[in-house]
């Protein structure tokens, strides 16, 4: 049987995130997997490297899925292409080694967030950004990402209740970068826990704001309070950029 | 009587162009007056720079309007974005002098076009360019820009039927860049003849592209037939950047 493994690109807005739910036509696991159980004949179930949420975009998901199927990489890539919805878009079809699980061989990712930061909103940003019109100091901003790289429990930072999964993970590169009105954040690292882009980001722009102080950071590291982190900021502003395997 | 002149952003998908058409509400024209007439109690009529086509968008395209409001210019700017719907920005409010014409005193205009060229589209990218996937020789599609700059009878390059009306035309600059996937065309000028713009990039992917010799611009200068030249690429990819005054 062959493994097959997807890279693609998808516009969030209209779905209700990564995750099929039943038979709901609403996510972009169940689009892309009826294309191709319809395409190959069989009932082909997709393993995506991870969960985006409702309204979270890609633009380097990855996926694979097992099939019988004789036909070439470049016609699943074109007949994908041809019968998904145009704010799904395969980008890469490659044969995978049999062992390949796009979860479990995941060593890292990699997502961005933006945040339209000006008085004025944006026609064209609206959908891919998050409206923050404050005055942000950036350098204040910069200091607390150094407090958060590194490896540490997250816990606080995450929307997750108490489990038996360990929540420690190792934060590798965390920047900040202004362009014109747009604030771009970059996180890359070998895991994020669930919801734990959207509320460092809030937390950021907090302190960037100055309605929260530097060190609360580090209390959170230490009392692993969620309600001492900032607010949640809205799933249309993040990305998953890529996902890093060995 | 006061002279208020409003800059404006539009993402164009929605509607069906600049101009009011009736009572409809499908237009910017009549989605502005609208919301101004709420604001001030007088029936506002607003006079744009210029049409735009359905579909197209505008980075910065100008208007100006009479009234007798009292109403400070930042209240104005905050009514509008409030009310006006989201894929509508006005940015800028300004008090202009009592002759100000948006049409009549605008003395140039910059457009750009965007196509997005790759065997694969994109998902973010499908409603602001046009997916071209065929190979496209740049130096080729320079030098045909070249022969355009300058003076013309532009007749042949646009949607016009025979007019009484001048169909000369000064292009000042006529740029093309590619970054990644993405071609942007930059087109600036005293003005431009209806589709002009949309026309002139059809013929240039035809040049680049290497079915269409350089020579047919210089043909379609002296026999003025449009058939001659390229297709209007859509309106999606073209942008209203920018209007000039003294």
Same mark, same amino acid.
């Given at each position: +049987? /062959?493994?097959?493994?997807?890279? +693609?690109? @998808?516009?969030?807005?209209?779905?209700?995130?990564?995750?099929?739910?039943?038979?709901?036509? %609403?996510?972009?696991?169940?689009?892309?997997?009826?294309?191709?159980?319809?395409?190959?004949?069989?009932?082909?179930?997709?393993?995506?490297?991870?969960?985006?949420?409702?309204?979270?975009?890609?633009?380097?998901?990855?996926?694979?899925?097992?099939?019988?199927?004789? +036909?070439?990489?470049?016609?699943?890539?074109?007949? *994908?292409?041809?019968?998904?919805?145009?704010?799904?878009?395969?980008?890469?079809?490659?044969?995978?080694?049999? /062992? !390949?699980?796009? /979860? @479990?061989?995941?060593?890292? %990712?990699?997502?961005?967030?933006?945040?339209?930061?000006?008085?004025?909103?944006?026609? !064209?940003?609206?959908?891919?950004?998050?409206?923050?019109?404050?005055?942000?100091?950036?350098?204040?901003?910069?200091?607390?990402?150094?407090?958060?790289?590194? $490896?540490?429990? !997250?816990?606080?930072?995450?929307?997750?209740? %108490?489990?038996? %999964?360990?929540?420690? /993970?190792?934060?590798?590169? *965390?920047?900040?970068?202004?362009?014109?009105?747009?604030?771009?954040?970059?996180?890359?690292?070998?895991?994020?826990?669930?919801?734990?882009?959207?509320?460092? $980001?809030?937390?950021?722009?907090?302190?960037?704001?100055?309605? +929260?102080?530097?060190?609360?950071?580090?209390?959170?590291?230490?009392?692993?309070?969620?309600?001492?982190?900032?607010?949640?900021?809205?799933?249309?502003?993040?990305?998953?950029?890529?996902? @890093?395997?060995?």
């Amino acid at each position: +049987m /062959r493994n097959i493994k997807l890279t +693609m690109e @998808y516009d969030g807005k209209r779905y209700l995130g990564w995750q099929r739910l039943g038979d709901s036509d %609403k996510t972009i696991q169940g689009k892309i997997e009826s294309v191709l159980s319809e395409m190959t004949g069989e009932k082909i179930e997709i393993i995506g490297s991870g969960r985006t949420d409702a309204g979270t975009h890609a633009r380097g998901q990855v996926a694979n899925f097992k099939s019988n199927t004789k +036909m070439e990489l470049s016609e699943i890539l074109d007949w *994908l292409n041809r019968y998904l919805p145009q704010d799904i878009v395969i980008k890469k079809v490659e044969e995978a080694s049999e /062992r !390949f699980h796009a /979860r @479990y061989n995941a060593i890292g %990712k990699q997502y961005s967030y933006y945040i339209w930061n000006d008085a004025i909103p944006s026609a !064209f940003e609206r959908h891919r950004s998050f409206h923050y019109p404050q005055k942000i100091d950036l350098n204040r901003m910069n200091e607390a990402c150094r407090k958060l790289l590194g $490896t540490h429990d !997250f816990i606080g930072f995450s929307a997750l209740k %108490k489990t038996k %999964k360990s929540t420690i /993970r190792t934060i590798n590169e *965390l920047s900040v970068q202004k362009e014109g009105s747009m604030i771009h954040f970059t996180f890359s690292g070998d895991g994020f826990l669930h919801k734990m882009v959207r509320i460092i $980001t809030g937390t950021l722009l907090e302190i960037g704001a100055g309605t +929260m102080e530097l060190e609360t950071i580090d209390k959170i590291f230490e009392n692993k309070i969620r309600a001492n982190a900032g607010e949640t900021v809205p799933a249309q502003g993040l990305f998953l950029d890529e996902v @890093y395997y060995h």
